[in-house]
């Protein structure tokens, strides 16, 4: 009998890490209280103010999507969430996202850059087209700004995630040390055909002949990635970046999850670089 419960207990743990997606909210149309009421419950935590393309009126509309981090699953038909910290990599991670406006679609793609000896080649890789969970249409009555959407749940067929990279990439396939990875979301309109398009997750991805590379997201505070060369010491990168070897404890700081041993980094390790003021 212990046993058997000793397995439930297991069995419940792992559904619990790899959760199928679930369709969020009732039937009905959520008033706009409602609607964030659901994303506070469900962790939507994150949100993005785009710009919608429209006719040219002269004035751009502006509309404020909701979405939280996750981890995707290898086969790309569950996830977790993660929330992301300053040390956070995983080739898995993506956005899921909670809604979009009626009448516009919501796309993706990917631009990937060599950053290793400043020539600046660039390759588009093609993503996909993603229905969220929700489209919010005009309101009947506008009581106040607050109200100014009815939100209608759509009914997804496939989890409406924007990986922060390309699935099942072959990244082998670069010649270079460090690829620099963005992934670029696209709004279209329905109605017209135009589109807005944004620059969502920046990532760098070095160490690409091993079976799953090494990938940094860049977080507001950082300033950039550095990929270490022969000779280097966190004192001399510090010296480089902020005119003082005094400063290595912040590049150490910001890459305490990779760097065991100040005293030991190695040429092709790729840092970031946090901005000074960060820790200040």
């Not at 080649?121 to 109200?147: H, M, N, Q, W």
């Not at 807005?196 to 002949?209: H, R, Y």
């Amino acid at each position: 009998m212990r046993k058997k419960k000793r397995l439930i207990l297991i069995l419940a743990a792992v559904l619990m890490a790899e959760v199928t997606f679930p369709a969020y909210g009732e039937t009905r149309p959520l008033t706009q209280p409602e609607f964030m009421a659901a994303c506070k419950q469900e962790r939507f935590d994150y949100s993005r103010v785009i710009t919608l393309p429209e006719e040219g009126t002269g004035e751009q509309k502006k509309y404020e999507t909701h979405y939280k981090n996750v981890i995707v699953s290898n086969s790309g038909t569950t996830y977790r969430e993660s929330p992301y910290g300053p040390g956070y990599r995983s080739m898995k991670s993506g956005k899921l996202y909670m809604d979009m406006p009626e009448g516009y679609e919501l796309s993706y793609e990917y631009k990937i850059r060599d950053e290793s000896n400043g020539a600046g080649t660039e390759i588009t890789v093609p993503g996909d087209t993603i229905l969220t969970f929700y489209r919010a249409a005009a309101a009947a009555e506008v009581k106040s700004p607050g109200e100014q959407y009815t939100y209608i749940k759509n009914d997804p067929a496939e989890i409406p995630v924007v990986p922060d990279l390309p699935q099942d990439y072959n990244w082998r396939s670069h010649d270079e040390e460090t690829l620099m990875v963005s992934s670029v979301l696209t709004v279209h309109s329905l109605a017209n055909g135009k589109t807005e398009s944004w620059e969502s997750q920046i990532t760098f991805v070095t160490n690409l002949d091993k079976k799953e590379p090494d990938c940094y997201y860049l977080i507001p505070t950082d300033l950039e990635a550095y990929t270490v060369k022969a000779g280097d010491s966190l004192w001399k990168i510090a010296k480089q970046y902020y005119g003082s070897p005094k400063n290595w404890q912040y590049i150490l700081h910001r890459n305490g999850d990779t760097i065991k041993d100040a005293d030991r980094i190695y040429p092709g390790q790729l840092l970031v670089i946090p901005n000074e003021d960060a820790w200040q």
